[in-house]
């Protein structure tokens, strides 16, 4: 079956999907999936900038896999065409190969291998702090109580995961000349690197803090910007930071205390917020937690640790289904020069969808 998966893959890598530009629309890559499918009920929806979703349904499964389509840019640090699939001894290398078009590739084979209740969302849009695509499904009366989430996760079933949050914050300065005394009040760049010493010891002191295997939080200033020249009393600033909490991290607690170490009349703004995995406040997160166990255990799937990285399935948790990350690759190979994926990966990730489908543990609507 690898074969056939392979064959996929190559198809779907040659669709260019990087995100941004996001300029992907209803045909290409959705014609094909389409094509693929032909005994699935299949419905494509374009919510707009680039945010595409499939959904194909074959019976009436009560279980979800979902995997998007979008990739990062490419780099010029490839070394071939990005979207001409390179087969080598024991890896598939090509953009989306690991991060996760190889997931989707094994899940076109496994539904044209054998029969049975599945279900399958294709998105377009989670490399774009945008999830239009997932918000969409989840209002809509769609009956799932169980997800698997494809990412790479080493064919492992990932239960936790760290939210997510970007914030921009901007400082206000007064212009002058900055050989003048108030330089060191006045200038909004000042502002900013006075509170980003604050902020990165606020980010330190959460270093105690735990949930599931994973440890404090992940705090990050990724831009500054700000100022005229070196000497003109920097009149505006602007910082772009983000941060990475537990499960078991009250957000709205740490968004008030990063805007409380900022000068009063600055502008804090939350750009983006991803839940953490399981969500919910600390006693539902621990319920949610045992629950996606309890569906591991009952998929066979063998269970991973908790990750760092930020999934759409915290969206799903939130909602209420019982989520799972689980897909084939390593994370340290996805958004890099000649992404790959391991053929083993590959193999293992389409033999447990097989298994899953062909067990029919969760092919009949249990619904309601």
């Known amino acids: 079956m690898l074969d056939a998966v392979l064959k996929h893959l190559a198809a779907l890598v040659s669709f260019d999907t990087r995100n941004p530009p996001r300029a992907i629309g209803t045909d290409g890559i959705f014609d094909y999936i389409r094509a693929q499918l032909p005994d699935f009920d299949i419905a494509v929806t374009d919510h707009g900038a680039g945010a595409v979703s499939l959904f194909a349904r074959r019976g009436n499964p009560a279980l979800l896999f979902n995997v998007h389509l979008d990739t990062v840019p490419d780099s010029p640090a490839w070394t071939a065409d990005p979207h001409l699939l390179r087969v080598t001894g024991d890896r598939a290398i090509g953009l989306g190969a690991c991060d996760i078009k190889g997931a989707a590739a094994a899940l076109i084979a496994a539904a044209q291998a054998v029969d049975g209740d599945v279900a399958f969302l294709f998105s377009s849009d989670e490399e774009a702090n945008d999830p239009r695509c997932i918000a969409a499904f989840l209002a809509s009366d769609h009956g799932f109580r169980q997800v698997l989430v494809a990412e790479p996760t080493g064919c492992e079933a990932v239960l936790a995961h760290r939210g997510i949050a970007a914030v921009q914050l901007r400082f206000h300065g007064e212009a002058g000349h900055a050989s003048g005394a108030q330089a060191l009040s006045a200038s909004a760049v ?132 019982d989520a799972i990350v689980y897909g084939p690759g390593d994370i340290a190979q996805a958004h890099t020069a000649d992404e790959w994926v391991a053929l083993e990966q590959l193999q293992s990730y389409v033999d447990s969808v097989v298994r899953v489908i062909e067990s029919k543990r969760f092919a009949t609507d249990e619904r309601g």
Request: proline fraction near 5%; hydrophobic fraction near 50%.
């Open 190 to 321: 000042h502002k900013a690197m006075r509170w980003g010493v604050d902020a990165l010891a606020l980010a330190e002191s959460e270093a105690h803090q735990r949930f599931g295997g994973l440890t404090g939080l992940r705090f990050n200033i990724g831009r500054v910007e700000g100022g005229i020249k070196a000497n003109v009393i920097a009149p505006a600033a602007e910082v772009r930071f983000g941060f990475r909490p537990l499960p078991s991290h009250d957000v709205g607690d740490l968004h008030a205390r990063f805007a409380a170490l900022a000068p009063e009349g600055s502008d804090y703004t939350a750009t983006f917020h991803g839940p953490a995995l399981p969500a919910g406040d600390i006693a539902a997160a621990e319920d949610r937690r045992l629950a996606a166990r309890d569906l591991a255990e009952a998929l066979d799937l063998p269970i991973g640790n908790a990750v760092d990285f930020w999934t759409e399935a915290s969206l799903f948790s939130a909602a209420g289904l």
